[in-house]
């Protein structure tokens, strides 16, 4: 065992910087590379060491078909499509296949649910949207329906892409990869090093192309819990009617709402948070009220900066430099922006 590790150790450099250059500075044109790279880690962090071991010796590949791979890109990418909304490239009219399969299998509406959970109800939906993934993103590189697996590994030597297959082979014709036993070994054992690499460059492509809050968090979790807001009744309790109808609140039907929806935010701030009767929050939903509820809601942070403790932090942490009015504004704009939906309350 000790000698076998001892083996693999003198190759350890070769495959971080591979990787790591792969991820930095390889060519891309839209996320997949960091997606293939987010499945490659899920899949070795997975395998079992004596397993890992037992294939360097017999120098045994891992087969991975490339259904499998598809499976995983439909659900890492359904979470930034339809809860936030994230771009995937910068081409605005014009998507990654994945991105135009989902909506056009799904719809463009938010969707609350993880993934998990919706493709209880919905496995025909599902079972087209993979076939069409395999289709148009793995199909096969002659027809150039099949560039991610190709060109992941190639890595820029000055002026030169050269082709380095160092974690993997392929086989379009046969649809599967032929995993290095090495690179399976290097990935499992450096999971979270290289797993923090993936999200910290995806997010740093994101950034050119989005201006969305909290990149990184969105998109380093498949599944998230929002936590409940209740104890914000009491903390905004001076607030006696609903935010948006003005009518009377009542304490078993008041909501608390994130004015700017929670899907873009992805956060529970203070500042953001206001008092609705039940009716207008599910009419609301995630979508963005008119503009002149955006005045309101700053009327009413100065109104009680002072005099909410939690409420003068959270304006605190928004403040750049410029105050924190602009900061909302440009908040709700940046939401529009992203097709987040103005709705008349």
């Given amino acids: 065992m000790i000698r076998w590790t001892i083996m693999i150790n003198h190759d350890f450099e070769e495959f971080r910087n591979t990787f790591v250059h792969i991820l930095a500075y390889g060519y891309k044109d839209n996320t997949y590379k960091f997606a293939l790279a987010r499945f490659l880690l899920d899949y070795c962090k997975n395998i079992h060491f004596d397993i890992l071991v037992k294939k360097i010796k017999n120098d045994e590949r891992y087969i991975i078909h490339y259904d499998e791979i598809a499976s995983a890109f439909l659900k890492y990418y359904w979470h930034q499509e339809f809860r936030y909304r994230i771009k995937q490239n910068s081409h605005n009219e014009k998507p990654p296949s994945v991105i135009k399969i989902l909506r056009n299998t799904f719809g463009d ?6 993934f998990s959970r919706y493709i209880k109800y919905e496995n025909k939906k599902v079972a087209i949207a993979k076939q069409q993934i395999m289709k148009k993103v793995f199909g096969n590189a002659r027809s150039k329906t099949s560039l991610v697996i190709p060109r992941f590994q ?6 030169k892409a050269i082709l380095k297959n160092i974690f993997y082979d ?3 014709d046969k649809q599967c990869i032929y995993l290095s036993p090495l690179g399976a070994y290097f990935i499992n054992q450096n999971y979270t090093f290289l797993f923090k690499t993936m999200i910290l460059e995806w997010s740093k ?4 192309i989005n201006t969305f809050p909290r990149l990184i968090a969105k998109i380093e979790t498949d599944e998230s819990r929002r936590r409940s807001l209740t104890h914000y009744i009491t903390i905004f309790e ?5 935010f948006y109808c003005n009518g009377q609140l009542r304490r078993p039907s008041t909501h608390v709402d994130h004015f700017i929806p929670w899907s873009y935010i992805f956060d529970d701030n203070a500042w953001n948070l206001v008092l609705s009767c039940q009716e207008c929050n599910c009419k609301k939903s995630n979508s963005l009220s008119q503009y002149k509820f955006l005045d309101y809601l700053i009327e009413r942070n100065s109104k009680y900066e002072n005099k909410i403790p939690i409420l003068k932090k959270s304006l605190n942490e928004l403040d750049f430099g410029h105050g924190w009015r602009p900061e909302i504004r440009k908040h709700y704009s940046n939401c529009k922006e992203y097709g987040f ?4 309350m």
Avoid: V
Avoid at 205 to 208: D, G, R, T, V
Avoid at 238 to 242: E, P, R, S
């Fill in 109 to 114: 509406q938010y969707i609350p649910e993880d």
């Fill in 154 to 159: 190639k890595i820029r030597i000055g002026t």
């Fill in 170 to 172: 392929y086989d379009d």
């Fill in 205 to 208: 492509y994101l950034e050119k």
């Fill in 238 to 242: 001076d607030a006696k009617h609903c």
């Fill in 341 to 344: 939906l103005q709705i008349q």
